[in-house]
């Protein structure tokens, strides 16, 4: 148990990638999407179905199999189905979590064998760490994985499982940046875990939980059709970032933000924003396109996306909802979009926060 196991009109970067993710470990399940990017459609956002408001600081999204989803209310640890026509119904309560700062209920997943375990997911701040717990809604909690040192700031908390089957989590530095490149720490990485929490097999140091070093603080994670990982990534002071991941790469921080590592060992990001432009959090990928849930640029992000290039972005929905958080695509391909005003750093709007649809037909 435990580690005891962020179209802009001017663009600061964009590098082109084509290399590809080699998948490790057991096989997705077949009544379930393996990966997002399989619906080519685009979104009506000119047409939103608003399907839950007044949300307390609303933060992980998971899909269940009967189409409604699981939400994470980041300061109450509230986990609540929401679907359409319906309130929001409060299923679980995570204990232990003390919402400081950043810190709170964050991520969640649901198990890719739910509809026969019954098994969530969660990422959240405790009081002494960050660490990820399983339940099946209104029982116990079993601690899976622990020991990711927590801070105000910087403490990750997306998870999501993979199409290996494996899950995958987002850390944060927790402010110390000498932990993003560590090997022996679990923060300032991307885990790659078994759904007991274990090390994966395949991981790039046999025993270990890391898969990937050198991050600052990991807030986004979607596949594309292929299997390629990206992930989303808060910058510092100058530029936020969405990576390609692949296992074993050092993105660099603390010694480079943004692009110019290369030539030192580091991977470069595909794309670039200044920070008051994104703050990246949640992304998604839905046929063709990435999109990347802003929270200070206070947008959505739509990134061409082409065997595992990136194109110029386009902002959307700009100035409309406010900060925006977690990006999902639905099974029907809607897209799901939740906002964070209510996170002691937005401008509250009447009916916040609220929870979005944007249908494909």
């Not at 999109?291 to 947008?299: K, Q």
């Not at 029907?332 to 979009?337: I, K, N, R």
């Amino acid at each position: 148990m435990g580690f005891t196991t962020s179209r802009m009109r001017s663009i600061v970067g964009v590098l082109l990638v084509g290399a590809a993710l080699t998948a490790c470990g057991g096989e997705p399940e077949p009544d379930r999407p393996a990966v997002s990017g399989t619906a080519a459609a685009v979104p009506r956002f000119a047409a939103p179905e608003e399907i839950a408001r007044g949300i307390d600081v609303p933060w992980g999204l998971a899909f269940l199999p009967d189409g409604a989803v699981l939400v994470a209310e980041r300061d109450t640890g509230r986990v609540l189905r929401v679907a359409a026509g319906r309130a929001p119904e409060p299923v679980h309560q995570v204990s232990g979590v003390q919402a400081r700062g950043e810190g709170g209920l964050l991520g969640l997943a649901v198990a890719r064998d739910h509809a026969a375990t019954g098994w969530v997911y969660a990422y959240f701040t405790g009081a002494e760490d960050n660490r990820i717990v399983r339940f099946r809604p209104g029982g116990p909690q079993e601690v899976i994985f622990a020991g990711i040192a927590k801070a105000g700031n910087h403490n990750g908390g997306r998870i999501a499982f993979g199409p290996d089957g494996l899950l995958y989590v987002g850390t944060g530095d927790a402010g110390q940046t000498d932990r993003s490149p560590d090997p022996a720490s679990p923060n300032g990485k991307i885990l790659r875990l078994t759904p007991d929490g274990q090390p994966a097999p395949g991981n790039p140091t046999a025993g270990s939980p890391v898969y990937s070093r050198g991050h600052r603080n990991v807030q986004g994670l979607a596949w594309d059709r292929s299997g390629r990982l990206f992930a989303a990534e808060f910058g510092q002071n100058r530029l936020d970032e969405i990576n390609l991941i692949e296992p074993g790469r050092d993105y660099g921080w603390p010694a480079v933000e943004g692009a110019g590592g290369a030539d030192r060992g580091y991977t470069d990001p595909l794309v670039t924003w200044p920070t008051s432009a994104a703050s990246p959090s949640g992304i998604a990928i839905a046929g063709d396109t990435l999109y990347v849930a802003a929270l200070r640029g206070e947008r959505l992000w739509a990134v061409p996306h082409s065997d595992g290039r990136l194109g110029d972005p386009e902002a959307l929905l700009q100035d409309t909802y406010g900060r925006l958080r977690t990006v999902e695509v639905a099974a029907d391909g809607a897209l799901w979009l939740t906002t964070s005003n209510t996170d002691g750093r937005g401008d509250v709007r009447d009916g916040d926060d609220r929870i979005l649809r944007f249908p494909v037909n």
